[in-house]
C-alpha cells in the first residue's frame, strides 16, 4: 500500500521561509518521479515543482527561484524549502509519487499571512 504524509505547513509570515517534507512508503521511491502541487480555494490543483529519478527538476514560473524541490532517497523523503513566501503561497500542498500509477499525499496547509 503506497503512502505519502506531508508534514511542515502552518502558518507563516510574508518573506518567511518553511519547509514540507513529503515521507513515502510502498512505492520504489528511487524510480519514482516525485512532485509537489497546490491548490488554492476556488482554483485547480497546479503544479509547483517535479524531480526525476535523476535528480532533474522542473518549477512553476510562479515559485521559481524561491522555492526548491529535493529528494533523499535513503530515507525516502521528498521536500521543498520556501522561501520568499507570498500571500499568494498560500494553498493546501500535495506530494505526489509517479510509479507506474499516480498516487497523492493527504495534502498540508500553507498560510502566508500577517
Known amino acids: 500500500q503506497v503512502q505519502l504524509v506531508e508534514s511542515g505547513g502552518g502558518l507563516v509570515q510574508p518573506g518567511g521561509s518553511q519547509r514540507l517534507s513529503c515521507a513515502a512508503s510502498g512505492v520504489n521511491f528511487n524510480i519514482a518521479v516525485m512532485g509537489w502541487y497546490r491548490q488554492a480555494p476556488g482554483k485547480q490543483r497546479e503544479l509547483v515543482a517535479q524531480i526525476t529519478s535523476g535528480g532533474s527538476t522542473i518549477y512553476a514560473d510562479s515559485v521559481q527561484g524561491r522555492f526548491t524541490i529535493s529528494r533523499d532517497n535513503s530515507k525516502n523523503t521528498l521536500y521543498l524549502q520556501m522561501n520568499s513566501l507570498k500571500s499568494e503561497d498560500t494553498a493546501v500542498y500535495y506530494c505526489?509519487?509517479?510509479?507506474?500509477?499516480?498516487?497523492w499525499g493527504q495534502g498540508t496547509q500553507v498560510t502566508v499571512s500577517s
Open positions: 505526489r509519487a509517479q510509479w507506474f500509477l499516480t498516487y
